[in-house]
């Protein structure tokens, strides 16, 4: 079974933890790129704040079968 996480400043991703999301904290796009490369094989779906997507730009968010499928929050 696939998990959901999110990336991206904690004021941001830290309240998707009540939906059961897992959160990687990540404050600055060193820290996303680093949060990104660590994610396990068993996720599914990441949710990604729009700071923390233009830190991985358009090729992570791009559909591709050996990515899980991202989601950007709104601004």
Do not use: Q
């Not at 991703?13 to 790129?33: C, H, N, T, Y």
């Not at 994610?39 to 559909?63: F, M, R, S, Y």
């Amino acid at each position: 079974m696939s998990t959901v996480m999110a990336i991206g400043a904690r004021t941001r991703v830290v309240g998707l933890s009540l939906a059961g999301v897992d959160v990687l904290v990540a404050e600055d796009p060193d820290a996303v790129r680093r949060a990104w490369r660590a994610l396990p094989g068993t996720v599914g779906l990441v949710i990604l704040t729009a700071e923390a997507a233009d830190a991985l730009g358009a090729a992570a968010t791009a559909p591709a079968p050996s990515r899980p499928l991202t989601v950007v929050m709104p601004s």
